[in-house]
């Protein structure tokens, strides 16, 4: 038989600074989709407290706490639970990916490619490794944001045998059909599922346009969010993937001694 799963986006404002209120609103979407019989959900990037650049030690130094909710709720739910959040590392921080599987901390990932445009490099340490793993619902391949613009880590993810890619983001206008057509583009050349998790609204100084999006691996659009938060869900089942690969075998007609 072949594996079926229900997957989803989590999108919604995240309150700059204001840990209490994202938790919140984290909680309540994620019991919702648990009765809708979720088995994984994709937050978005900093969800907990955004880029509040100011606070972001202080803010950083109650990740641990927020660790352990994810933990918390993953096991409550029986799910598999992605987000980033900032991770302390001395005097600066790190965009860390938490990957929770039904209560086990299943991995983490730091963004390996900070957003200069945006200062980023200026205030957190840059990952120096990428990340996939085993989990219950299958093997999950990690990217944050800006890492969407790079196309060689989606082929080392895919390589490392990745069937869903799920994608933290806080990517605002007025980029977005490149958020869409990259995103596209990674499911279609790697012949996954991508599941992309976008924030929406006003975010400080910046307008999130939302646009999270689940994708299968042909590239078609299983789900996609507007611009108001929301809990978007579709099912993936995986056998559209093994036979696409067959019908298009482009991990078998590499030629990867030319590139």
């Excluded at 080392?156 to 990517?171: K, Y």
Aim: charged share 25%; net charge negative; with cysteine.
């Amino acid at each position: 038989m072949s594996r079926v799963i229900k997957a989803a986006a989590v999108q919604f404002t995240i309150q700059l600074g204001d840990i209490d209120a994202n938790v919140e609103h984290v909680r309540s979407a994620l019991a919702r989709l648990a009765g809708e019989g979720c088995q994984l959900a994709v937050l978005p990037e900093m969800w907990s407290c955004g880029f509040a650049y100011r606070e972001l030690n202080a803010l950083a130094a109650r990740t641990p706490e927020l660790v352990e909710e994810m933990g918390r709720l993953s096991a409550e739910y029986g799910m598999v639970l992605v987000g980033s959040l900032p991770e302390p590392d001395g005097d600066k921080v790190c965009n860390t990916a938490y990957l929770f599987d039904r209560g086990r901390l299943a991995g983490t990932y730091r963004k390996i490619h900070l957003f200069s445009l945006m200062n980023e490099d200026r205030s957190f340490t840059g990952g120096d490794s990428w990340l996939v793993t085993d989990t219950s619902i299958g093997r999950i391949g990690v990217f944050i944001c800006y890492d969407l613009r790079f196309p060689e880590l989606a082929r080392r993810l895919a390589l490392e045998g990745a069937e869903i890619i799920v994608v933290p983001g806080e990517w605002p206008k007025p980029r977005e059909e490149h958020w869409r057509t990259l995103l596209r583009a990674r499911a279609i050349e790697n012949q996954l599922f991508v599941i992309a998790a976008n924030c929406c609204g006003i975010v400080g100084k910046l307008d999130f346009f939302g646009m999270s999006l689940i994708i299968d691996p042909k590239g078609e659009v299983l789900a996609e969010g507007g611009y108001e938060s929301c809990e978007l869900t579709a099912t993936l089942d995986f056998s559209v993937m093994e036979n696409w690969r067959q019908q298009i075998p482009c991990f078998r007609d590499r030629k990867q001694e030319y590139y």
